[in-house]
C-alpha cells in the first residue's frame, strides 16, 4: 500500500479533512 492510499484509507475513517488534503497534495507529486 503506498502512502497516498494509507492517507486515503486515514481519511474515510476519520472523516478528517486534513487527510484529504494531504491525499491532494501527494496527487499532484506523481
Known amino acids: 500500500m503506498d502512502a497516498k492510499e494509507t ?8 472523516g478528517n479533512i486534513n487527510y484529504f488534503l494531504l491525499y491532494r497534495e501527494l496527487e499532484k507529486d506523481d
Open 7 to 14: 492517507v486515503y484509507k486515514l481519511f474515510e475513517k476519520t
